[in-house]
């Protein structure tokens, strides 16, 4: 750990250390870890990145030459197939997005965009929440927890409350996919160690910050800030449980499968698909 925190906090701000470790030790100086890649956001379009990849095969290509160059753990965001600019927010290109994946890339573990959120109105009821991917079967599934006020969508809130967040963890352990919380500002920590301390959430836990936008400062004190929210659970005695891959619950400590040591991480993906019953019950947008 003490390895850990020298590389994150120190050598990161130290370019001529970090460069000189680099050329003598190659990356063996450093903590083993997991390469993640998200080939698309939900929003970016082809008129900010021409080489954006919209369509399913230009996802699944774009999967399958991250996973060639290492990656180990890939986050998609299909596309709505009628305007591919769009996010997708129905299950069906989700499995077959998946599907094709998996036929190219056996291995990566996939982690879907499922939101869990919805868009709350000044004029007009709510939306349903959008639960896009839970179908599709991902290893992995990011959910948002947010209060979130987006400028460009004028009197919007892009939001969840607690009875939602609840349906949402039944949905993604019915279908056998871990949540990554997705944390947009600092409440929303607050809001995550509420979900714990009411025994909604397994652990050990996957968060995600989202940096800028609508949220979060990137900065260190930002982070800190974080970690003392995360105190104040350990201090009442809902402590963070142990990476049982080793890493402290954090990607960036868990042995890489393609590593001694880290072929578990597959052997566990492999056994959870096993696990998955067939059919499965239907989630919001079919089965």
Wanted: hydrophobic letters at 35%; proline letters at 8%.
């Amino acid at each position: 750990m003490a390895v850990q925190h020298e590389w994150y906090l120190g050598e990161v701000r130290d370019t001529v250390r970090r460069a000189e470790k680099m050329s003598k030790f190659g990356l063996s100086a450093y903590p083993p870890a997991i390469l993640s890649v998200a080939i698309t956001g939900g929003m970016h379009t082809k008129e900010k990145c021409p080489v954006l990849p919209e369509t399913i095969d230009e996802q699944v290509q774009a999967v399958y030459d991250a996973y060639n160059a290492g990656a180990v753990l890939v986050h998609i965001h299909a596309r709505d197939q009628k305007d591919t600019s769009k996010m997708c927010m129905t299950s069906d290109p989700f499995i077959e997005v998946n599907r094709r994946v998996r036929e190219k890339c056996p291995d990566i573990i996939i982690n879907n965009t499922f939101v869990g959120a919805r868009m709350f109105y000044a004029d007009k009821p709510s939306d349903p929440v959008w639960q896009v991917s839970a179908a599709a079967r991902p290893e992995v599934a990011s959910l948002d927890i947010c209060r979130n006020l987006y400028d460009f969508m004028g009197n919007v809130v892009f939001a969840q409350t607690m009875p939602d967040c609840i349906e949402n963890i039944k949905l993604l352990d019915q279908y056998g996919a871990k949540p990554e919380i997705e944390c947009f500002d600092l409440g929303d920590i607050s809001f995550l160690n509420d979900m714990i301390r009411k025994g909604l959430l397994k652990d050990p836990y996957w968060v995600q910050m989202i940096f800028n936008g609508a949220g979060i400062t990137p900065c260190l004190e930002t982070l800190q800030l974080a970690a003392a929210g995360q105190d104040s659970v350990e201090r009442t005695g809902h402590r963070r449980g142990p990476d049982p891959h080793g890493g402290g619950g954090h990607a960036s400590g868990t042995p890489h499968p393609h590593r001694p040591g880290g072929q578990h991480l597959l052997q566990a993906r492999r056994a959870g698909s096993q696990q998955r019953p067939a059919g499965g019950t239907p989630g919001p947008y079919g089965p």
